[in-house]
T-cell receptor, first 112, second 116 residues
Framework: KQEVTQIPAALSVPEGENLVLNCSFT??????LQWFRQDPGKGLTSLLL?????REQTSGRLNASLDKSSGRSTLYIAASQPGDSATYLC???????????FGTGTRLQVTL | KAGVTQTPRYLIKTRGQQVTLSCSPI?????VSWYQQTPGQGLQFLFE???????NKGNFPGRFSGRQFSNSRSEMNVSTLELGDSALYLC???????????????FGPGTRLTVL
């Protein structure tokens, strides 16, 4: 059974700082990994999708890496801003259907 | 392109009632998945529909059911509501999967269900 863990559970940083969020998964036979952000009481916004054959993906100030063999992914956020404050979730897909297994999330607060 | 839409956004029901939630996927997307999000259990997969067929099912009781229509719109039904069914219900859509690459999933804003 796939299990996904995210560390830390919460993080508070001052504006402008670079930061790294971690995601680990127990079954390395994944098809892809997706990072999302969720604002309080809202749905999920897709940030980045990494296929199993890829090592990293970049979008603006975000960079996600994937090391499938060790069961790890990191989300790097450069020059953090208060608008980045949200909960960040990683999710892996291990079957041919669309089922995603989610981590518990990292709650990020970027302070002025 | 319009995103995933869910209706209603908020619902209040009492124990024993039933409820139907609706999800309209992004145009052209044929796969619709449903998830339940609670503070205690996080995000849990309910089921996935593809071309009107349930393709995968999570570990939820039979009170939770769904269906998909020919236009890919999907509904989820919960019968005999329990207090523990209070949650944010999210649906996600994606393009049909093919080859080695599996597609990005896009989520709707969710339906907040409160059971009293």
């Amino acid at each position: 059974k796939q299990e996904v863990t995210q560390i830390p559970a919460a993080l508070s940083v001052p504006e402008g700082e670079n930061l790294v969020l971690n995601c680990s998964f127990t079954d390395s036979a994944i098809y892809n990994l997706q990072w999302f952000r969720q604002d309080p009481g809202k749905g999920l916004t897709s940030l980045l999708l990494i296929q199993s054959s890829q090592r990293e993906q970049t979008s603006g100030r975000l960079n996600a890496s994937l090391d499938k063999s060790s069961g790890r992914s990191t989300l790097y956020i450069a020059a953090s801003q208060p608008g980045d404050s949200a909960t960040y979730l990683c999710a892996v897909r291990t079957g041919t259907a669309s089922k995603l297994t989610f981590g518990t999330g990292t709650r990020l607060q970027v302070t002025l | 392109k319009a995103g995933v839409t869910q209706t209603p956004r908020y619902l209040i029901k009492t124990r024993g009632q039933q409820v139907t939630l609706s999800c309209s996927p992004i145009s052209g997307h044929r796969s619709v998945s449903w998830y339940q999000q609670t503070p205690g259990q996080g995000l849990q997969f309910l089921f996935e529909y593809f071309s009107e067929t349930q393709r995968n099912k999570g570990n939820f009781p039979g009170r939770f059911s769904g269906r998909q229509f020919s236009n890919s719109r999907s509904e989820m039904n919960v019968s005999t509501l329990e207090l523990g069914d209070s949650a944010l219900y999210l649906c996600a859509s994606s393009l049909a999967t093919s080859g080695r690459y599996y597609n990005e999933q896009f989520f709707g804003p969710g339906t907040r269900l409160t059971v009293l």
